[in-house]
C-alpha cells in the first residue's frame, strides 16, 4: 500500500515475507499465492507492499539467472504486489526447528554477508516498480556482542567501505537507489541508537543508515522521541521503519504473568529479556534465563523480544508496547516531513505463538488494516493509484 505524505512523499507499508517458510525460488513464489494476494484481497486493495525475505539460494538464482529474476517479478505484478524492500537479515534456516543465535551468521567480519548483501541490492535494483526510484535493504547490526575483537570490528568496516562503493556502482548501472539500513538489536554488537552513532557514525547518508524497529527500540527501553533526534543530529537516516510490538510483563512477579511468559518460551527464536531498575537497562539473552532467576523481578516491568501482533493484546496481563510504535510512527511521519518512507510489519512469530491462528492472511491483513489507521490518523492519505 502506499501513502501521501502531506509533503508529497509517497511512503510504502508492507508486510515482511520472512514470516513464511520458503528458501528457494518455487518456495517464494507459491507463498505469493498461498499467503500474500490473499491478504491483499482481505484488505481490498488493489497494491500490496510485500518485503521479501530471500535466502542465500535464492538470491544466488536471481542474481545469476535473469529468467528466474523476471518470472518472480511477473508473479509479484499479476498478484497486485510490490516489493520496495528487501529483509536481508537471517541468511538461511530462519524456520529450522532452532534458529536463536544462527540467525546472527553471517556477521559483516565475513566476506559471505558483504556478498549476500550486494546480491540483496542487485535483486531488489531490478524488483522495483517502474516508477519508484529507490529501495531499502535491512541487515544486521554487524554481529553478535561476542565474540567481537576488534581485528574484526576492522574487517567490518572495511566491508562497509566495499557495500558504500558496491551500491554507487549499482546506482551508476541501473539508474536505481538502494540503501541499507543496519538493525539495532539487543545483545548485539550495535543494540541501540546511542551504540548506532558510536559504531556506525561517519558512513554515507546516502547509502547507509538505520532500519529502527519498534519493537528492539522498546526492548532496549529507549524513548522514541530522544532516540529519533539522536538519529538525526548524527545525520544517521532511518531508511527503513519495521513497525513490530515488543511483549511487557508490567509484574514479572505476578504468578499470571509469568505462567503467560512460560508459554511464550520457545525453542526457535532468541527471546531477549530486558528491565529497567534505577535508570539502568539489564539484560539476559534469552526469556528461558530471565524465568530462571537471571532478572530481578520485582524493580519494573520485563520487555520481551518477542514480536507481537499489531493488533491484538497478548495473554493477559501481559501487554505489548504498541504505545512506544506509536510514538515511532509519530515521530518519523507526524511533522511537516516524512522522516522515513518504507514501513514494513515484521511480525514474523506467528507460528510459535502459544495458539498459532487458523487464518493467517487474516492476521496479517488486520495488522495491516491497523497500521493503516495510525497512518491515516497521522494525516497521510492512501494513494488508490
Known amino acids: 500500500m502506499r501513502f501521501l505524505h502531506p509533503d508529497g512523499t509517497t511512503v510504502h507499508l508492507g508486510y515482511c515475507s520472512n514470516v513464511h517458510q520458503a528458501e528457494d525460488l518455487q518456495g517464494v513464489i507459491a507463498q505469493l499465492a498461498e499467503y500474500a494476494e490473499p491478504v491483499r484481497e482481505s484488505l481490498g486493495v488493489d497494491r500490496l507492499g510485500i518485503g521479501l525475505w530471500l535466502a542465500r539460494p535464492v538470491v544466488t538464482e536471481l542474481a545469476d539467472d535473469e529468467a528466474a529474476l523476471g ?63 529507490h529501495g531499502s535493504v535491512s541487515t544486521l547490526p554487524l554481529a553478535w556482542r561476542t565474540p567481537w575483537p576488534p581485528g574484526c570490528a576492522e574487517e567490518a568496516r572495511h566491508a562497509l567501505e566495499r557495500l558504500t562503493t558496491g551500491l554507487a556502482a549499482l546506482e551508476a548501472w541501473t539508474g536505481r537507489r538502494i540503501r541499507v539500513g543496519f538493525e539495532p538489536e539487543p545483545g548485539c554488537v550495535v543494540e541501540t541508537t546511542t551504540q548506532a552513532v558510536r559504531e556506525l557514525g561517519g558512513l554515507d547518508p546516502d547509502r547507509l543508515g538505520i532500519c529502527l524497529d519498534a519493537c528492539h527500540l522498546a526492548v532496549q527501553f529507549e524513548q522514541p522521541g530522544e532516540a529519533l ?71 519494573g516491568p520485563w520487555r520481551v523480544h518477542f514480536h ?24 518519523l511521519l507526524g511533522g511537516a516531513s516524512a522522516d522515513c518512507d518504507h514501513i514494513e510489519v515484521e511480525t514474523y512469530t506467528w507460528s510459535v505463538l502459544p495458539e498459532p491462528p487458523a487464518d493467517l492472511p487474516g492476521g496479517i491483513a488486520a495488522e495491516l488494516a491497523w497500521a493503516r489507521d495510525r497512518l491515516t490518523g497521522l494525516g497521510l492519505k492512501e494513494d488508490p493509484s
Open 71 to 133: 518470472r518472480l517479478k511477473s508473479e509479484l505484478r499479476a498478484r497486485g504486489l510490490e516489493t520496495v524492500t528487501l529483509n536481508a537479515f537471517p541468511y538461511a534456516g530462519f524456520h529450522r526447528e532452532v534458529v536463536k543465535k544462527d540467525v546472527y551468521l553471517p556477521d559483516w567480519a565475513d566476506e559471505a554477508r558483504l556478498k549476500y548483501t550486494l546480491d540483496c541490492a542487485r535483486v531488489l535494483a531490478a524488483l522495483l516498480p517502474d516508477d519508484v526510484g
Open 229 to 299: 533526534r539522536r538519529l538525526a543530529e548524527a545525520g544517521m537516516p532511518v531508511v527503513k521503519l519495521q513497525a513490530s510490538c515488543a511483549v511487557e510483563a508490567a509484574d514479572p512477579a505476578d504468578p499470571a504473568a509469568r505462567a503467560a511468559l512460560h508459554r511464550l518460551a520457545e525453542p526457535r527464536f532468541l527471546h531477549q529479556t530486558r528491565t529497567a531498575a534505577d535508570g539502568e537497562v539489564l539484560g539476559v539473552d534469552d526469556l528461558p534465563d530471565a524465568l530462571d532467576g537471571g532478572l530481578p523481578d520485582g524493580g
Open 308 to 331: 507481537a501482533p499489531l493488533h491484538t493484546r497478548p495473554e493477559p496481563p501481559l501487554r505489548t508496547t504498541a504505545g512506544q510504535l506509536d510514538q515511532v510512527l509519530t515521530g
